[in-house]
C-alpha cells in the first residue's frame, strides 16, 4: 500500500513541475544547501549516511566486503591526498579522464564526450564547487534518471590504495571532478560494482535525458545525410568511429591521418556546388584538436580551389585545430558507426535550434495484470500497457524521393533500475515496442485497452528490430500521418519490471495511455428477479428465517461457506469475516450491522451474477481464473479500471501462482462496489474528486 501511495505522490509532483533541470529531485531527500550549512555551522566535514565510506559502497561480489581486489583499500579525502587540491583545473577535458581498477569504460568515454560541450557539462557537474571557500566536504551532481533530473549528494571519501584513486582519475594528480563525478553516479546506482559494463549510450543518457541511435556506416539509410543535417539543426551531438579488428589496432593512424577506434565528434554538414553538380560534405571534430585528414576536401586541398571564393573563404579555414572536412562518400568508406545523441527539448537552452517535442509515459509491467509478453503470447500480448500518439503534421524539408509526405518519430523503451538490482541477482529485461495504425472506426477508442482479436493477424507498422537486454531499445521510425499504438513489452509473459517510453517527434504529436479512465457501474440486481426454482437460496433463506430475521457477519460466513464449500466446480477457500462484514457494509440500508431478507437476497443474486462472470472466465475448466482475465471479467462487472488499479488488484488478490479463486474474486468485487459507493456518495459535485480530513478518511477505509 505505501508504494502505492508514494507513486500517487510522485505522480502529483511531476505533474507540478518537479524532475526538471531547474527543479531536480533530491535523491534519498537530501538536500545540497541545507547539509552544506549544517557542516558549515557545526565545522565538521560531511559524512555521507546514504552512501558510507564502507565496503558496501565499493561492491557485492568482484569487489564484494571478502573480496582479495578491495583489501588495503583506505577511504580517503583530497584535502589528505594533494596539499592544494581543485575541482577543475584549466576547464574540464578529455585528459581529467583516466580509468582505474573498474569496467566503466563505457561511462569514461560518455563524461570524455560531455566535456566537449560545455553547457551540458555544467548541468550535470555544477561548477560552483572547490576545496577552498566554505569546503564542507560536500559535493553535488545531477543526473538524468528515466525522465526527471535527479540532484545526487555525496561527501568527498574516496576509495585509495597505496596512497592512489583506485578508480576515475584527472592526469592532473590535484584535479578531482571526475573522480567525484564517478563517486556520485555509483552511488545513484548503489556501488561502484554497478558500474562495470555498459554501453556509451547509457551514459549519454543518463547525463543529457537524449535518446541515442546508432548507423552502420556499411548499410546506411539513404536518407542518412538527411538525418545528420536535422540533428545538427535540433543540436544533437553526433560521434563517429572507425572499426578495428584487433585491440592491436586502436589508435592506429592510418595513411590519411584518420584515427582508428577514436571518437571523432560531427560538427557540420553543407552542400558545395562541385564542377557543376552538387558535392555533399561534412565537417568532423579530432577531440586531440590535431591529427587532421590530409585525403580531398582536407584543409588546403585542390578540391577548394574549384568551388565559389565565398564559400570557401567560410568553410576552409585551414587550421591544425581538430577539425576538417570531407565529402560524405569518402565519409561513409573511412568510418564504421555513426552514433546520434538527440537532445530532449530541456536539456537546450538555444532559441535558434530546431528542437525535437516529447512526449514521455511511465508505466510497469506487472505479472497477472500487464506483462503480457511479446506476440508470440497472444493470450496475454493484449493486456501490455498500451499507448496512442497522433500524427498530424508531416516533416519540413520532405527529400525528392521520400514518397508520400511523412512524421518522423524517434521511440524509445527504457527499462528502469536494473542496474541498481544487479546486487539482487536481477539482470535485463528483454525488451521491445510494437506500433500498429488504428483504422478509422477505433481512433476514438481510448478508454480501455484494444482487445486480443485486434491483434490476431495485424501487422505492426515499425518497431524494434528485435528483443534485446539492453537498458533501452529505440529507433527511428517515418510513418504516414494519422494515429498510431505503441505496444511496451517484455519477450516472455509475467515479467515484472518498471519502464518509461518516450517519443520524440519532429512536429507536436498528441499523446496518451490507452484505459487510463476509471468507471463503475455495476450491477444492481432486484430480489424480485429471484429465480423461483433456485432451491438453495429457499434452503439457506428458511434456515435463517427460522432463528431471526436479520444475519450477522459470522452467519453470513457459515452459511455462505456452507454453500459454496460443496461445489466441484470452483476452487473456493472460504470467505472470511472480513469480506462477510464488507458484503454487509456494502447491503446493509439501515446501519445495523446486519442483513435483513431484502438485502440477503440482493446479496444472493450479486454472488450468483459474480459466479456465472467467474465460470465464463474459467477457459480451460480447472475452477480458477487466470489474473490476467480479470480485465475482462471486471470489465463484464460494469468496471473500466487503469492500468494502475489493475495491477494493484493484481498483486492484491492473485495468488503466486497468478489464479484468482472464487473467494478472492467475490472479495475483490464486493471491495469495487463498496469504494465506488462510498466516492459517489462523497463526490457532491460528480467531478471525480473529494476532500476529506484525515478523520473521515480513516473513518472510510476503515469500513
Not at 517484455?490 to 517510453?501: A, H, K, M, Q, V
Amino acid at each position: 500500500m505505501a508504494a502505492q501511495a508514494v507513486d500517487i505522490s510522485r505522480h502529483r509532483a511531476t505533474a507540478e513541475g518537479l524532475g526538471c533541470n531547474q527543479k531536480a529531485v533530491k535523491y534519498l531527500g537530501q538536500d545540497f544547501e541545507t547539509l552544506k550549512q549544517q557542516c558549515l555551522n557545526s565545522g565538521v566535514l560531511f559524512k555521507d549516511p546514504e552512501f558510507p565510506a564502507c565496503p558496501s559502497a565499493l561492491g557485492y561480489k568482484d569487489l564484494g566486503p571478502h573480496s582479495p581486489e578491495t583489501q588495503g583499500i583506505i577511504w580517503k579525502r583530497p584535502t589528505e591526498l594533494c596539499p592544494s587540491p581543485q575541482f577543475i583545473i584549466g576547464g574540464a577535458t578529455r585528459t581529467d579522464i583516466r580509468q582505474g581498477g573498474l569496467g566503466d569504460c563505457w561511462l569514461l568515454a560518455a563524461i570524455a564526450s560531455l566535456t566537449l560541450n560545455e553547457e551540458l557539462l555544467y548541468r550535470v557537474v555544477p561548477k560552483d564547487q572547490n576545496f577552498q571557500k566554505d569546503y564542507a566536504g560536500i559535493f553535488h551532481f545531477q543526473f538524468w534518471q528515466y525522465g526527471e533530473w535527479v540532484e545526487v549528494v555525496i561527501d568527498d571519501r574516496l576509495p585509495t590504495k597505496n596512497g592512489q584513486l583506485l578508480f576515475l582519475h584527472s592526469e592532473e594528480r590535484n584535479e578531482f571532478w571526475s573522480a567525484l563525478l564517478e563517486k556520485a553516479y555509483a552511488k545513484l546506482n548503489g556501488s561502484y560494482e554497478a558500474l562495470a559494463g555498459g554501453s556509451t549510450v547509457e551514459g549519454f543518457e543518463d547525463f543529457t535525458g537524449g535518446i541515442s541511435e546508432f548507423y552502420d556506416l556499411k548499410k546506411p539509410p539513404a536518407c542518412l545525410y538527411q538525418i545528420i543535417r536535422k540533428a545538427l539543426r535540433a543540436g544533437s551531438l553526433l560521434g563517429c568511429s572507425i572499426d578495428v579488428s584487433s585491440a592491436a589496432e586502436a589508435e592506429d593512424i592510418t595513411r590519411q591521418k584518420l584515427v582508428k577506434s577514436h571518437a571523432y565528434s560531427v560538427t557540420g554538414v553543407q552542400a558545395v556546388d562541385f564542377r557543376g553538380r552538387p558535392e555533399k560534405l561534412i565537417r568532423l571534430r579530432n577531440p586531440w584538436g590535431e591529427v587532421e585528414w590530409t585525403g580531398a576536401w582536407s584543409d588546403d586541398a585542390p578540391e577548394w580551389n574549384e568551388i565559389d571564393p565565398r564559400q570557401k573563404a567560410e568553410l576552409d579555414k585551414k587550421a591544425e585545430d581538430g577539425e576538417f572536412w570531407m565529402s560524405f562518400s569518402d565519409f561513409l568508406k573511412q568510418f564504421s558507426r555513426l552514433e546520434i545523441c538527440n537532445l530532449s527539448p530541456d536539456s537546450l537552452s538555444s532559441e535558434e535550434v530546431h528542437k525535437w517535442n516529447l512526449v514521455l509515459f511511465n508505466g510497469r509491467w506487472t505479472r497477472g495484470s500487464s506483462a503480457g509478453g511479446c506476440q508470440n503470447y497472444p493470450a496475454t500480448y493484449w493486456t501490455n500497457p498500451q499507448f496512442k500518439i497522433r500524427l498530424d503534421k508531416v516533416d519540413e524539408d520532405q527529400e525528392e524521393g521520400d514518397g508520400e509526405p511523412c512524421c518522423t518519430v524517434l521511440l524509445g523503451l527504457m527499462q528502469k533500475n536494473r542496474r541498481r538490482q544487479k546486487r539482487l541477482g536481477q539482470g535485463m529485461l528483454s525488451i521491445g515496442y510494437a506500433v500498429y495504425q488504428v483504422p478509422q472506426e477505433l481512433q476514438r477508442h481510448t478508454e480501455e485497452h484494444l482487445g486480443r482479436d485486434f491483434f490476431l493477424g495485424r501487422q505492426s507498422s515499425a518497431g524494434s528490430s528485435t528483443y534485446v537486454n539492453l537498458r533501452e531499445v529505440s529507433g527511428r521510425a517515418r510513418l504516414p500521418p494519422g494515429e498510431y499504438l505503441v505496444v511496451p513489452s517484455t519477450f516472455e509473459p509475467f515479467r515484472d519490471g518498471e519502464f518509461c517510453l518516450r517519443v520524440f517527434s519532429e512536429k507536436k504529436a498528441q499523446a496518451l495511455e490507452i484505459g487510463d479512465v476509471v468507471s463503475g457501474n455495476p450491477q444492481e440486481p432486484h430480489p424480485s428477479k429471484m429465480d423461483q426454482e433456485d432451491s438453495l437460496f429457499k434452503s439457506l433463506f428458511e434456515k435463517l428465517a427460522e432463528k431471526d430475521s436479520e444475519i450477522s457477519a459470522n452467519e453470513l460466513k457459515k452459511v455462505l461457506n456452507g454453500a459454496f464449500s460443496k461445489r466441484a466446480d470452483i476452487k473456493f477457500d472460504g470467505f472470511n469475516i472480513n469480506t462477510c462484514r464488507e458484503m454487509i457494509s456494502l447491503l446493509d440500508s439501515n446501519g445495523t450491522g446486519t442483513l435483513g431478507p431484502v438485502e440477503f437476497k440482493m446479496l444472493w443474486l450479486k454472488i450468483q451474477k459474480y459466479l456465472e462472470i467467474y465460470q465464463e472466465m474459467d477457459h480451460n475448466h480447472m475452477g480458477t481464473i487466470d489474473a490476467h482475465d480479470m480485465r475482462t471479467a471486471l470489465k463484464k462487472a460494469g468496471f473500466t479500471l487503469n492500468n494502475q488499479v489493475q495491477q494493484t488488484i493484481a498483486v492484491r488478490y492473485a495468488c503466486s501462482k497468478l489464479g484468482i479463486d472464487f473467494d478472492s474474486f467475490v472479495a475483490c468485487m464486493i471491495r469495487l462496489e463498496t469504494l465506488f459507493k462510498l466516492f459517489r456518495l462523497l463526490d457532491k459535485d460528480q467531478d471525480g474528486t473529494i476532500q476529506l480530513s484525515l478523520a473521515e478518511w480513516l473513518c472510510c477505509v476503515l469500513v
